[in-house]
């Protein structure tokens, strides 16, 4: 096994890996339709059996688009052979025919509160390789309560919160406003609007009516942190991870009459390759103090939710300048093209890698922790 050294922005040395085999690799995903609006007949959280066919605008969000699929496939097959295996219900009897050597897994998954874990699961139950976290840290991160009930234990900083199951549970509030609300397990925006901040109880009792109404599933209310946002990528395993270049969200660069809010409208509608929206400052501007207590708490994070491979990890300062976690993301969009400042792929390149390298990098710190490289 070679290493090629990099230099990031800062000239530090990135050790850039290289494979010293060539592995036979599947990729699992899930591919957005091809229409962008449509009867939403199989809703990702569906915990209810009986469910009216409605519209939806954000209930494909987390899925991917065949042109990162692609860059994906390609990345990997500079090196390796590879096969896509889309995460429907045939990749169970495909996977277990393949045999591959490892996956590269990015699959979102179809239904319910676990369907991240999904394809981790199969993967075990095959004793096939993966890459990524498991499926219990799936599971947890994308619960939201449950992942903020383990840092708080840990003392890990985040955000006062309150799951609602009914519209009755505001009484139970004990935080002042402004509050946020958003769907308990939802990614990539979804369930989060303009609407979302909310001021005062009328507005909190109409946000948690329309989450339990439209994601069926609790919502989580958190106060609401009134600082600058980050969002950090960490790439490796134990004494191996590295913090990418750390980006900050401007939100004074916001139209005037959007909420401070990276919302489902900032991140789909606002922030598309069409439309000039430069709200991304990679790398950020920080003192060493703040940047010292970003990386910190976000490495604590990562370990203590036992992340493998990458995440991206968002942090939120609070009203004294304390770095608190707002959402861990194990499974972090990765897309391929600059323009649609995907963070993954736009804090690689602050740190000198390119896409392909991202991918492969990803790729090889799953392999190492399988000892087949």
Known sequence: MERQ???????????????????????????????????????????????????????????????????????????????????????????????????????????????????????????????????????????????????????????????????????????????????????????????SLVKNTKELEDEITRILNSYNQPALIEEFLSGREFTVAILGNGDDAQILPIIEIRYEDFPQDVVPLYSYEAKWILDTKENNFDVFECPAKLDKQLEEKIKNTVLRTYNVLKCKDWSRIDVRLDKHGVPNIIEINPLPGIMPDPNENSSFPKAARAAGMNYNQLIQSALYHAAKRYNLV
């Open 5 to 195: 050294e990099e230099k990031n922005f800062q000239g530090e040395i990135i050790l850039s890996p290289r494979f010293n085999v060539r592995l036979d690799v599947a990729i699992t995903f899930n591919v957005k339709p091809e229409s962008e609006t449509f009867l939403d007949e199989v809703p990702p959280v569906q915990n209810s059996p009986h469910h009216e066919l409605q519209p939806a605008v954000d209930t494909y969000a987390e899925w991917d688009t065949w042109e990162t699929v692609n860059a994906v496939k390609d990345a990997i097959a500079e090196i390796h052979n590879v096969t896509l295996v889309e995460a429907n219900n045939d990749a169970y009897l495909k996977l277990k025919e393949l045999k591959p050597d490892i996956v590269f897994n990015f699959a979102e998954g179809l239904i319910g509160v676990n369907r991240e874990s999904h394809m981790p699961a199969i993967l075990e139950m095959l004793q096939i390789p993966y890459s990524g976290s498991d499926a219990l840290t799936l599971g947890i991160c994308l619960d939201k309560s449950r992942a903020k009930e383990i840092l708080t234990y840990h003392n890990i900083p985040n955000a006062k919160f309150l799951v609602a199951h009914r519209t009755e549970d505001i009484k139970n509030v004990r935080f002042d406003f402004p509050l946020i609300v958003k769907p308990i397990s939802e990614g990539s925006s979804k369930g989060i609007f303009s609407s």
